[in-house]
């Protein structure tokens, strides 16, 4: 399938190819694995702690775990659980899942006995994949809901090799622990035959994941994912931000059970043959040795990753020329100008840009940012086969640019519904479009501006306030480190601002609340500014770095 790029779209990055081409043709990415496994056996597919996995060895454990989960009863349709933090198992077993037509259920390795019960009297799982650390409360969340019918345990240290260059995390580190009731992930490999039929599915129909998310509001939902949707949007980020050109290796840090460490760790490197560091913890130093060794070309990061990489580099030297390309995301800190030139600086010219605008509802990467024309601050132009309106939020009327309204978002990437939600899927997919929720817009050349969640925005004296928009005001101060904004109640204006900030050490004992709040009144319009702030350690977040502002306290 050959489509156009949006005729009316004002912008397109000359030298980018108008029409969306799938590399290996309308086949799940399970099939481009088998490609890979089959035609490139012998090329790395994923670098893990020193170990060199090879694209036909990855097949090869991807069958033998398709062969364990046949027998335990997985089939087209079955609902799989895979709890646990990056490691080759949980690409492994997410493949081996699909292969038989299975739905893959991410959970998020974070998660406490309560939630994993939520989570399993959600979807009917059959089973679940989880990491040594989380095999005590999956049993625990199990007796409070119906029995599954297989647990496997995998150790991190399995595909893991001490010797190298690359010291172990901690939780790689960990000495293997044996669990009664549990099936063990390496001795499935060591004993099952490879299994090699894949089940017949309907790309473009069949579900093949469910992301949980707390859509618009309330508790998390399931989004349900087609095998077409996946490949959709791996395809068009993949060939937007130029990874289809030329023999690239990739990195990989960001949580594969997130839709975006999913995208960037798993699906691309399946999708383009290129080979992927995978790491299961961030570490600075590490990073920056995997860089050197590997030559490391391409790289998805989250803002304070960087961040802490130049602050590493203040006391360490290296070559990090190889990199050249680094998508990253303003989580907790945000992606800016003088960021992107003091990484260029640090690594001899990558270019380090906003990933990409997106949800989980539409498989994320609705955007992505055109490498000759970067605007900080934006979330680049709509991607292949996308379209992208903003919306009154009221009148349901489109708007203009430069003006603000809902994001509404349109492709085939877009998801087919929560599972069994029928009501909270009618409120947020409309006649093909994603409501998500989200307030922005877009400017006279296209570029998407994400304001924040329709849900955060503070209403002070009957102004509308954006915490993003705070935040990266108070984020130009050089004490502030990291922030957050939510809206506290006010008897006279209805809501104020509030903000928590994490300052650098270097501040530290030298900067009160009250001064940070005084600049910030000369800095920011007057029903903007903070009129409180509060002094924090680290800020709530997601296992990506997303900050959790439903966290902080209203008081």
Not at 163 to 173: T, W
């Amino acid at each position: 399938m050959v489509k156009q790029v949006n005729q009316t779209r004002p912008y397109w990055p000359s030298g980018l190819p108008k029409a969306l081409r799938y590399g290996l043709g309308e086949q799940s990415l399970y099939h481009y694995l088998l490609h890979r496994g089959e035609r490139e056996a012998d090329k790395p597919a994923y670098i893990f702690y020193n170990t060199v996995i090879t694209w036909g060895t990855l097949l090869d454990h991807v069958r033998r775990f398709a062969c364990y989960l046949r027998e335990k009863g997985v089939e087209k349709g079955s609902y799989v659980a895979l709890y646990m933090q990056n490691c080759p198992q949980y690409i492994i077993a997410h493949f081996a899942v699909q292969q038989l037509g299975g739905i893959v259920v991410p959970l998020n390795p974070m998660y406490r006995e309560s939630e994993l019960a939520y989570f399993f009297t959600e979807v009917p799982l059959v089973g679940i994949i989880a990491g040594e650390e989380g095999v005590l409360r999956v049993q625990q969340a199990e007796q409070q809901t119906a029995p599954l019918s297989f647990i496997v345990t995998c150790h991190y240290g399995d595909y893991a090799d001490p010797s190298g260059e690359i010291p172990l995390c901690e939780e790689v580190l960990q000495p293997k622990q044996a669990r009664e009731g549990v099936d063990e992930f390496a001795a499935i490999i060591a004993t099952y035959l490879p299994f090699d039929e894949a089940a017949p599915i309907d790309l473009w129909n069949d579900v093949g994941l469910i992301i949980f998310t707390s859509g618009t509001t309330g508790r998390p939902k399931g989004a349900m994912l087609t095998y077409g949707n996946a490949l959709f949007k791996t395809a068009a980020s993949a060939q937007a931000n130029r990874l289809t050109e030329k023999a690239e290796v990739l990195m990989a840090h960001s949580p594969l059970c997130h839709i975006a460490g999913m995208v960037m760790g798993l699906n691309t490197p399946v999708y383009t043959g290129h080979p992927c560091v995978l790491f299961t913890r961030f570490d600075s130093l590490s990073t920056i040795k995997a860089i050197e060794t590997y030559k490391v070309t391409s790289w998805y990061s989250i803002a304070p990753m960087n961040a802490a990489i130049l602050q590493a580099l203040s006391v360490v030297s290296a070559d990090l020329s190889s990199l050249k390309r680094n998508l990253a995301t303003s989580f907790g800190l945000p992606v800016t100008k003088d960021l992107a030139e003091r990484w260029a600086e640090a690594t001899g010219g990558c270019l380090l840009y906003e990933a990409a605008y997106g949800l989980s509802e539409t498989h994320t990467c609705d955007t992505f940012m055109p490498d000759e024309c970067m605007k900080f601050g934006s979330c680049g132009i709509p991607t292949y086969e996308t379209d992208i309106r903003i919306i009154d939020p009221k009148t349901k009327q489109e708007l203009g640019p430069g003006q603000s309204g809902e994001i509404v978002v349109k492709n085939p990437g877009i998801f087919k519904g929560y599972f069994r939600r029928d009501d909270a899927t009618n409120e947020t997919l409309k006649d093909g479009w994603v409501y998500t929720g989200d307030i922005g817009y877009v400017d006279e050349d296209g570029y998407l501006y994400f304001q924040g969640r329709l849900k955060e925005m503070i209403k002070v004296s009957g102004y509308s306030v954006f915490p993003e928009d705070v935040e990266a005001l108070l984020n130009e101060h050089p004490a502030i480190r990291q922030c957050a904004v939510i809206g506290v109640p006010d008897p006279m204006k209805g809501e104020v601002p509030k903000a928590f900030v994490v300052l650098h050490d270097s501040y530290k004992g030298k900067v009160a609340p009250s001064d940070l709040i005084e600049w910030a009144k000369t800095n920011m319009a007057a029903f903007k500014y903070p009129r409180y702030i509060e002094f924090m350690d680290e800020l709530p977040a997601t296992p990506s770095g997303k900050v959790l502002r439903k966290l902080l306290p209203r008081e």
